[in-house]
């Protein structure tokens, strides 16, 4: 029987993630640890005691919560953050970093002595803002595409590759996952865990409870569903902005061959996302939510763009998909229909969370 603990086990991840281990494998002993901080996480409590999920409140801030568990784990798998790009950006930011970096190396420290393989769900966002930015682009019709000719290394049409630089400011969010992944590295080739480092685009699908500075394709879907207005915020208004997106499932579908071939991949780091086949701009996103749920809801253009914004991320995937042999099938309409059919079958408990 494998024994995974998932942190942040009750979020959209963590708790796709746990719901997702049991029905590939029954008979796994599952946790799922969380503080509960992030709107909507209380609801999935239920969902993952009906599957056979054990829940355990606790926050990875704090090393005695983790010491309070019991037994060992095969995979402890790292999905408990502040994810948002903006987090401290406006106030503080010692709880994205506490709980981003602090906990993770916190985790890291339960793990070499409790567990044999750590996931860490990183992120695109560790790539320097200002390099991003500098992406070229042409504008088109619907978004902005990625130019043939570049002037940064690890960039083309086919989205950005590991070797795009990292050097240069990238959000609290972003520089605290950076630093975890270097403090990973240095349990990978210091002690026996396993590291498993995944820099994800955006995620989307069911279960997520977007707001307007994180998990905007919920949010969308949800705006159409239940009729509230919304906003093209940044460059210029135009709702052109574009991100690759990957279901969960897909996700998850990787880190299980992952897990498989752990003690050969210990340490890399890889782009994981959906890649220019499965990405969507906001405006073609809109036309995509009428077309699933009929609603045209109004859309305000609000040029200014946010210090922490980029117009363009595609993951380039050739590194993940040589190596593992791993590819996503989900693709932008499901995830679609996937959240919007979630929402209808929930509408009322969901209401006062997407309203
Ligand atoms: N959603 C995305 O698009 C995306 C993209 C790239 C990477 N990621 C990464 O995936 C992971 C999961 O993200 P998500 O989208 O599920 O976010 P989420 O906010 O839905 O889930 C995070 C969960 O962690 C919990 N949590 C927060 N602080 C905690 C703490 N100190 N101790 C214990 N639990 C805590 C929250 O209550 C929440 O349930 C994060 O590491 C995030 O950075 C997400």
Redesign the pocket.
Known sequence: MTRYLV????????SRMCLGIKAIDPHAEIVA??????RG?ETNVVDLAAAGVAFVH????VPADLDDLEGDFDVVF??????SVHAGTTGSPRYVI???LG?TVNLLEFSRQRARTFVL?????VYAIEALRGIRTQEGSTRFEVSAEQDLPGVGPDGVTEDFPTDGARSY?GAS?LASELLAQEYAAASDLDVIINR?????GAG??GKVD??VMALWVAAHIYGRPLRYIGFGGTGKQVRDLMHPDDLLSLVMRQIDMAPTISGQVFNVGGGTPISVSLLELTDLCRERTGNEVDITPVPETASVDVPVYLTDTTRVRETTGWSPVRDTSAIIDDIATWIEGDIERLRPIFT
């Open positions: 942190t942040g086990g009750c979020g959209f991840v963590g640890f969380d503080n509960l901080r992030r996480s606790g926050d990875i801030r790292d999905a408990a953050a502040e994810p506490d709980t981003n906990g769900l990183s992120t695109s966002r969010y996952k994800c685009g955006v995620l989307a997520q409870f994180q998990g």
